[in-house]
């Protein structure tokens, strides 16, 4: 049975090979990667229609945080890395080739846990111990920046405070005005004001591509109760008018939403999700014409650019309303 090191006082890397693909969170592309040892210390990257030009991964390579983190190697953009870097990190892995056949890392279920169950599958090894090996925090390191700040100081152990919830693999869907996929999949026209809120339920499955589920099928699959589900929708309905309100006072449209939920140490279902632009669709309300200009990720999506333009007029508009209400 494997079982992770007890200390790290040398390096280790991967036992074996993993290969994953998935959706990308922001492209909506499928991509694959292939995760190795590799012969030299760091994390090293490849292309697949490129596999001769490998790049080791530095700061400098570094370049919009906004949303995800991306790289620039070789000419072009990889995004999503995050995920699986620090995966990687915090289970104490380097010598790591990682080829990429897309432009993002699979985001999976979007947490740790598959990542390091992959490590755990094909086990690790010891590898070389580098010249400049480091591994503890023997001072105070703060980081302000833009009003954030992130603070690391030392201590006996590394202790995190976090709520766990226990994700439920279905993702709801919540449409004020019709767009997109309901707009491919029936004869409704784009633009369309609903009469009232459609919701949508998408299985969480990369595998299968997220499928629209039914509720018979949630009850025949068991994944929860048709009490649980109607709490579920019952929640969402109840955001959906909060936030429709928050949107309007910031001249922005909410065109349709996405939300997961999950169960507490209580076993309450609780909303497990963000809410920005990434999981929502927003139209600008200052438009004269009947124009859409998306203020979300749509921007990526459909390679309109500005995407930071567009984000950071949203969190302008949000500080206005605030500052204006204090």
Known sequence: MFSWPTNYDCCYTLGGVISREGIGLHSGEKTRVKISSYEKEGYHVSFKDKPNEIFKLTQDLIGSTMLCTAVKIGGRNLYTIEHLLSSMAGCGLSYIHIEVDGKEIPLLDGSAIQWVRDFEEVGIKKAPKPDNFFREINKSIILNKEGSVIAATPSEKTTIIAQKIKIIPLE???????????????????????VKPLIDIYLKNDELNDPLITKDRIELMNIISSKELDHIIDLTLKINLILKNFFKNIKLQLVDFKLEFGYDSKNNIIL????????????????????????????????????IEAYSEINRRINDLFNSIQ
């Open 272 to 307: 497990g999700d963000e809410i920005s632009p990434d999981n929502c669709r927003l139209w600008d309300l200052n438009q004269n014409n009947d124009t859409i200009v998306s203020l979300d990720k749509d921007r990526f999506r459909n390679d309109l650019g500005g995407l």
């Open 172 to 194: 709801i869907v919540l449409r004020n005005t019709a767009y997109g996929s309901l707009c491919k999949q029936t004869t409704i026209a784009s633009g369309t004001e609903l």
